[in-house]
């Protein structure tokens, strides 16, 4: 899955490649275009190239093939000092021995900016982040939202057009990361700032991002906005990574334009949607997400497809209830519904009938 637009582009990765002993890829043939003032997420799991790509666009690795570019300048050459971009990392990476202020003055100083210019970007980044009044203290003085906070003030003080975001929010509880989630965003749409920013918290990259680029084994499995990763996954790593969801193993028995029949692992056939399968007799694994089952007899479509289940355990979550159940042979599909009034609550032992609608059930590579 590659994002080759470069119309557009004020960050682009044009067939980059990173290999750290010249034999295995970490990153394997990247392109990637973001417009200026995207908000991008790298997500995936530990060892999936996302972090290495960050750094190589940061300069603090190099890339062993292709190009990297902003506003289609080649970077691949320029020390990171001379790149112009804000980083913030999980660790804050404050200066202990400085104040805020000093803190913040740093990068200032650094690219030569006058005393007078300096106090007054101070003034407005610690602002913006609602810490004006600590320019006096140390970072040992502050809880690790504050200091997390002085670490964005800094790398926006002086006011670069790309900010680089590593894990930022990792050491924080989570209240105060849900809070900071919707101020990073904030901040970065109000100020038109290009923001890359990587996690393996599927949830914060769904909550914060313009799009989101799905990284496996130095790869991006998919590139898309959040609701479109999340209701259209393109494959069965994508599926299985972003949020809850309920895989059958099968056989294509036939396909016929957007819909396809599949014969279960038990016998039992299914219609759905197919998305990455692409002949008869291709094994395939079939996903639907959780919330997309229904139970309830009047609530169910008349085009539903329906299957026999046995309720193996119920759980009261609070604002939704979580059912396992017993389906096609597997003892793991799990159905979500509302905590509503009119909401049944189903008793482990109950033999039930579910259903959804064939487009909610994907084919995908099994």
């Known amino acids: 899955m590659a994002d080759t637009d470069n119309s557009d582009a004020f960050v682009a990765f044009e067939r980059v490649q990173k290999s750290y002993d010249g034999e295995s890829l970490v990153v394997k043939d990247l392109n990637l275009t973001m417009p200026k003032g995207e ?27 292709g190009e990297i570019k902003i506003d289609g300048v080649s970077i691949n050459n320029i020390p990171p000092h001379k790149r112009g971009i804000g980083m913030v990392f999980q660790n804050y990476a404050l200066f202990p021995h400085m104040t805020i202020a000093e803190n913040l003055s740093f990068p200032l100083e650094v690219r030569k900016i006058g005393k007078s210019d300096r106090e007054k970007k101070i003034k407005r980044a610690l602002d913006m982040v609602e810490m004006g009044d600590f320019g006096g ?9 504050q200091q997390q906070r002085v670490a964005l003030a800094r790398a926006l003080v002086f006011e670069p057009e790309l900010v680089l975001m590593d894990e930022p929010l990792g050491a924080l509880d989570k209240q105060l990361r849900e809070k900071m989630q919707f101020e990073i965003t904030d901040l970065a749409h109000n100020l038109g700032i290009t923001t890359v920013y990587v996690t393996h918290d599927q949830t914060e990259a769904l909550t914060m991002s313009d799009r989101v680029a799905v990284f496996d084994d130095g790869r991006i499995q998919q590139i898309d906005p959040p609701d479109v990763l999340y209701e259209s996954p393109q494959n069965s790593f994508v599926a299985q990574f972003i949020g809850e969801n309920n895989t059958m193993q099968g056989t294509v028995k036939q396909i016929q334009g957007k819909q396809c029949l599949v014969e279960l692992d038990n016998g039992e056939e299914i219609d759905a949607a197919p998305v990455n399968v692409n002949k008869v007799g291709e094994r395939t694994t079939i996903s639907i997400r959780p919330e997309r089952v229904e139970f309830n007899k009047e609530r169910l479509h008349a085009d539903a497809h329906t299957l026999k289940a046995e309720v193996l355990e119920f759980i009261y979550m609070g604002d939704i209830f979580r059912t396992r159940l017993r389906v096609a042979g597997k003892e793991d599909f799990i159905i979500k519904t509302r905590n509503a009034p009119d909401q049944r609550r189903l008793k482990p032992g109950e033999q039930i009938e579910i259903g959804w609608m064939p487009e909610d059930a994907r084919a995908l590579d099994a």
Do not use: N
């Open 137 to 145: 203290r140390r970072p040992a003085q502050l809880s690790g939202g």
């Open 39 to 65: 908000f991008l997420t790298m997500l995936g799991p530990s060892g999936s190239g996302k972090t290495t790509c960050l750094m190589m666009l940061a300069g603090f690795e190099s890339a062993t093939h």
